[in-house]
């Protein structure tokens, strides 16, 4: 049984991600009701797992680690999803206003979307996102690296057709 100021702790922390956390998720699910229901599922699951959590410093990089898990499983099940487009309202655009980097963040990989939203919105660590991917360092570089040259080469292609 956890005390109540437990409890408001981990209300607080959880309010206070609950941004980060959809950007997070929609990286990799692209579609509003699938960010709910893993936001949901990871805020459940951390709360009964609470007394796992080693220090309340990690989290942060703590609960993201169970979201991606609960996106990944998601995206296993290959649950039918409507598509972005069909989406008007996702709340993404506030974060990312500009419609041609929406869609050309679209063709990235998961993996990539998932490392460009951390490192750039959140302010991860290279060595952090490698943690919570369980990947070295030097991938995380790579992707990242990766993904910006697809980008700027998206961007550059719709630039040119203008």
Do not use: H
């Given at each position: 049984?956890?005390?109540?100021a437990?409890d408001?702790?981990?209300?607080?922390?959880?309010e206070?991600?609950?941004?980060?956390?959809?950007r997070?998720?929609?990286?990799?699910l692209r579609n509003?009701?699938?960010?709910?229901?893993a936001?949901q599922?990871?805020?459940?699951?951390?709360y009964?797992?609470?007394?796992?959590?080693?220090?309340?410093?990690?989290?942060?990089?703590w609960?993201?680690?169970i979201?991606k898990?609960?996106?990944?499983?998601?995206?296993?099940?290959?649950?039918?999803?409507?598509?972005?487009?069909?989406?008007?309202?996702?709340?993404?655009?506030?974060?990312?206003?500009?419609?041609?980097?929406?869609r050309?963040?679209?063709?990235?990989?998961p993996?990539?979307?998932?490392?460009?939203?951390?490192?750039?919105?959140?302010?991860?660590?290279?060595?952090?996102i490698?943690?919570?991917c369980?990947?070295?360092?030097?991938t995380?570089?790579?992707?990242l690296?990766?993904?910006?040259?697809?980008?700027?080469?998206?961007?550059?292609e719709?630039?040119?057709m203008?």
């Amino acid at each position: 049984m956890r005390s109540r100021a437990e409890d408001t702790w981990f209300s607080r922390e959880v309010e206070a991600l609950a941004p980060t956390m959809f950007r997070v998720a929609f990286a990799l699910l692209r579609n509003r009701t699938d960010c709910e229901d893993a936001a949901q599922n990871a805020v459940l699951k951390a709360y009964e797992k609470l007394d796992t959590l080693r220090e309340r410093r990690y989290f942060k990089t703590w609960m993201i680690r169970i979201l991606k898990n609960e996106c990944v499983n998601l995206m296993k099940a290959n649950k039918p999803t409507v598509s972005y487009d069909a989406q008007p309202e996702t709340g993404y655009e506030m974060t990312v206003p500009d419609l041609d980097l929406n869609r050309a963040f679209d063709t990235l990989s998961p993996d990539e979307r998932f490392a460009i939203t951390l490192y750039y919105y959140e302010g991860f660590s290279t060595r952090e996102i490698a943690a919570l991917c369980g990947v070295a360092d030097g991938t995380i570089r790579s992707r990242l690296t990766r993904a910006r040259e697809a980008l700027r080469e998206q961007l550059s292609e719709k630039e040119a057709m203008q």
